[in-house]
């Protein structure tokens, strides 16, 4: 169990609780194209109208600059609603009278949603006068938005310290899968870091090695890894300006015991192209003129060994430039033999980021993890070992 209070210690009966959700979801033209932020949230909205509480829901939209009428959050409740199966109110405002009064007409079991928290400057300013003004809607706080909890804004941390505070179900099942996989993990650990660059990422693989077993370098990142150490990458993506900081993280792996694990071969074509003309090269047999888009077979046999041999995978980060086929089978090859081993009860796989979970349900195997977090900057911040303000506040 988490050290953090829980909806098992909420009497929530009759009270209005103020629930904090992450309703910033993908959308094309007033469509809502991934749904996967509104279903993670249906089951504390349940429990909580089902035993009695009227759920007022507080959520955010975008980065807009004041009110926005772009990014109303009016659609998004008519989601809810349908996920839900049962109305779902909206008011015009997330404080003052439209707020209010809204409030005022719900009856026990109710749901309700207010409208874009940061049409108001408060909200990310987390200031002490707004976070006042959401606090007087309600008698409780419950905090089921783990992919916004790297905020410190008022719907995130303000009020937790306000009203009596607690995870929702969502956040709950995030921090108890983060803590599995990284603060109290089954041994052997493995991390697979991949996607474009090493400079987004610094503080993650440097706080990785310290934490875990092997890590195994993938996707665009390696060519910096791979230049540094002294091999021709040919045009590949690369920031050679960092060779010098990954070789600190190399050496810091190898005094905290971490195998580092690199591409031996790679996949190269002249453009970045879906369906470009591609061979596999060793990796010390880069041509000059192309550039490497994915691991090659024996590389993803090394990935495959090392997820062989952990308890606990943590993954972050394509292995290639997925989204252009065939750039995509190493990838796939790997995150269905981690699948597979999760499959059978051999392996704990957790995994985050936009891309990571694109590239997963590309592979068909997103249910197979043992957890897919809907996260992307708060996974990666606490995978950097950065501690979110929204959790802290809700600390036991
Ligand atoms: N070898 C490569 N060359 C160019 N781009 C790559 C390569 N490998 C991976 N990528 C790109 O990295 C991107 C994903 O990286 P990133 O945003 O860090 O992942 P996430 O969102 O899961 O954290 C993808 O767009 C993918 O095409
Ligand atoms: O979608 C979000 O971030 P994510 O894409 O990094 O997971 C969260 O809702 C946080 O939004 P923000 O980055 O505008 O604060």
């Known amino acids: 169990m988490t050290a953090f209070r829980t909806l098992d210690q909420a009497d929530v009966r009759g009270k209005r609780v103020l629930v904090r959700v992450d309703l910033n979801v993908p959308m094309e033209n007033g469509r809502i194209?991934?749904?996967?932020?509104?279903?993670?949230?249906?089951?504390?909205?349940?429990e909580i109208a089902d035993k009695g509480g009227r759920v007022i829901l507080l959520a955010h939209f975008g980065r807009?600059?004041?009110?926005?009428?772009?990014?109303?959050?009016?659609?998004?409740?008519?989601?809810?609603?349908?996920?839900?199966?049962?109305?779902?109110?909206?008011?015009?405002?997330?404080?003052?009278?439209?707020?209010?009064?809204?409030?005022?007409?719900?009856?026990?079991?109710?749901?309700l949603l207010l409208e874009n928290t940061r049409f108001h400057?408060?909200?990310?300013?987390?200031?002490?006068?707004?976070?006042?003004?959401?606090?007087?809607?309600?008698?409780?706080?419950?905090?089921?938005?783990?992919?916004?909890?790297?905020?410190?804004h008022a719907s995130t941390e303000g009020l937790a310290r306000a009203l009596p505070g607690y995870a929702g179900r969502t956040m709950q099942a995030e921090l108890d899968a983060l803590t599995k996989g990284l603060e109290a993990p089954k041994r052997p650990v493995v991390a697979i870091v991949g996607g474009a660059k090493v400079s987004t990422k610094i503080d993650l693989l440097e706080n990785l090695v310290t934490k875990v077993d092997a890590l195994?370098?993938?996707?665009?990142?390696?060519?910096?890894?791979?230049?540094?150490?002294?091999?021709?990458?040919?045009?590949?993506?690369?920031?050679?300006?960092?060779?010098?900081?990954?070789?600190?993280?190399?050496?810091?792996?190898?005094?905290?015991n971490c195998a580092i694990i690199l591409p031996v071969d790679g996949v190269c074509a002249y453009e970045f192209k879906a369906g470009a003309q591609n061979h596999t090269y060793g990796i010390d047999a880069i041509p000059e003129?192309?550039?490497?888009?994915?691991?090659?077979?024996?590389?993803?046999?090394?990935?495959?060994?090392?997820?062989?041999?952990?308890?606990?995978?943590?993954?972050?980060?394509?292995?290639?430039?997925?989204?252009i086929a065939p750039f995509d089978q190493g990838t796939v090859a790997a995150a269905r033999h981690a699948a597979q081993r999760t499959k059978d009860g051999k392996l704990v796989?957790?995994?985050?980021?936009?891309?990571?979970?694109?590239?997963?349900?590309?592979?068909?195997?997103?249910?197979?993890?043992?957890?897919?977090?809907?996260?992307?900057?708060?996974?990666l911040e606490w995978l950097e070992g950065k501690s979110l303000p929204g959790v802290e506040a809700l600390r036991a």
Not at 33 to 46: F, G, N, S, W
Request: aromatic letters at 4%; glycine letters at 10%.
């Open 216 to 256: 195994v370098i993938g996707g665009g990142m390696a060519n910096t890894f791979v230049h540094a150490t002294g091999l021709g990458i040919g045009k590949s993506l690369a920031e050679k300006d960092l060779a010098a900081t990954a070789m600190r993280i190399i050496e810091k792996a190898r005094d905290a």
């Open 289 to 323: 003129d192309q550039m490497i888009l994915d691991v090659g077979s024996q590389s993803v046999e090394r990935v495959n060994s090392a997820i062989n041999d952990a308890a606990t995978l943590v993954w972050n980060g394509p292995l290639g430039a997925f989204e």
């Open 349 to 379: 796989s957790v995994a985050g980021g936009g891309d990571t979970v694109a590239a997963l349900n590309h592979a068909g195997v997103a249910d197979s993890f043992t957890y897919v977090s809907t996260a992307g900057g708060a996974f």
């Open 33 to 46: 194209t991934d749904a996967t932020r509104i279903e993670r949230v249906l089951p504390t909205i349940r």
């Open 64 to 111: 807009p600059k004041g009110r926005d009428p772009k990014e109303s959050l009016k659609p998004v409740a008519e989601a809810v609603s349908q996920h839900l199966g049962k109305p779902v109110a909206f008011a015009d405002d997330c404080i003052g009278e439209a707020a209010s009064q809204a409030v005022s007409a719900m009856k026990d079991g109710d749901v």
């Open 121 to 152: 400057a408060g909200e990310e300013k987390n200031d002490p006068a707004f976070v006042q003004e959401l606090a007087k809607l309600g008698d409780l706080y419950v905090n089921d938005a783990f992919s916004a909890a790297h905020r410190a």
